[in-house]
């Protein structure tokens, strides 16, 4: 009764952060961060004001992860399928990598993060490429949390991409076709600096990977809250985490 009282109150069952265990704290958390334009069409506002508002969560959850132990955050901003939405809406999420930097990127450098990036460059405007140029070299001594941003980024164009530097590399005598295992195809992968993702989440309650980080998820644990990306909170990512922990990852093992 009180309990039901106390989630109506939303002061919920959501864990906190000192009831995780430590010791086992994903690596790498990936985040599909979905539900931007809902939530804002819930309110009666455009879109955008969805995007502005998820900007915020960004900062929050990159933040707590940080405090947390979380050593790489992925985030998937843009995928090479957003290219088809309406140019407006476009243009505003080109502007807001800018944006998110100008205003929290001291912050980030305070905190000892470092930026990077994955996906392809060449479509993006030259103003995106170089805010996050600039935060990249800004923070690349830093050594806590990478913060990764999936920007233009899919997996399936990935994976073709890697494909053909590989079929070059054959080509030009430098690996033999019996060479190429798993080591050699994750290499080619944008992502080859990063661990595969432990803990996959997606917000706003759908229940697919659209084109996200396929070769690397093979075996990262899932997890769905119907929560729209711009009301995803802390207690969220904690939840996630609690979750996680009580998982057995078998790997096809016993
Ligand atoms: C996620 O929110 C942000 C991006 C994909 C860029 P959406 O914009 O997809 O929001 P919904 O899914 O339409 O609510
Ligand atoms: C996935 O969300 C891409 C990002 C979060 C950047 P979408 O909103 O584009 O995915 P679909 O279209 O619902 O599959
Ligand atoms: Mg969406």
Request: charged share 25%; proline share 3%; with cysteine.
């Given at each position: 009764m009180i309990k039901r009282l106390w989630a109506k109150l939303g002061k919920s069952s959501l864990p906190k952060a000192?009831?995780?265990?430590p010791e086992n704290i994903p690596l790498h958390v990936a985040i599909i961060m979905d539900g931007n334009g809902r939530w804002a069409k819930k309110r009666g506002l455009p879109r955008v004001a969805g995007h502005r508002s998820g900007m915020k969560t960004v900062k929050r959850i990159t933040i707590a992860a940080n405090r947390l132990g979380i050593k790489y955050l992925t985030m998937?901003?843009?995928?090479?399928?957003?290219?088809?939405?309406?140019k407006d809406e476009v243009d505003f999420l080109m502007k807001l990598p800018q944006q998110f930097l100008e205003i929290e990127l001291d912050e980030l450098i305070k905190n000892n993060v470092q930026v990077r990036m994955m996906g392809?460059?060449?479509?993006?405007p030259s103003h995106t490429v170089s805010a996050l140029e600039e935060a990249i070299k800004k923070t690349e001594?830093?050594?806590?949390l990478v913060l990764n941003f999936a920007l233009n980024y899919g997996s399936r164009l990935e994976m073709l991409e890697a494909v053909k530097e590989i079929a070059k590399d054959v080509q030009q005598g430098h690996?033999?076709?019996?060479?190429?295992?798993e080591t050699v195809m994750s290499r080619n992968?944008?992502?080859?600096e990063l661990p595969d993702p432990d803990l996959l989440i997606r917000t706003s309650g759908e229940l697919r990977l659209?084109?996200?980080?396929l070769w690397q998820l093979a075996y990262s644990e899932l997890w769905f809250t119907d929560v729209y990306w711009p009301e995803f909170t802390e207690k969220h990512l904690y939840e996630a985490i609690q979750e996680y922990q009580r998982r057995a990852r078998r790997y096809g093992g016993l």
């Open positions: 000192d009831s995780l265990a998937y901003a843009f995928s090479t399928e957003n290219w088809k939405r309406p392809t460059r060449e479509k993006l001594n830093n050594t806590g690996l033999s076709v019996a060479e190429i295992d992968l944008l992502s080859c659209s084109n996200f980080m």
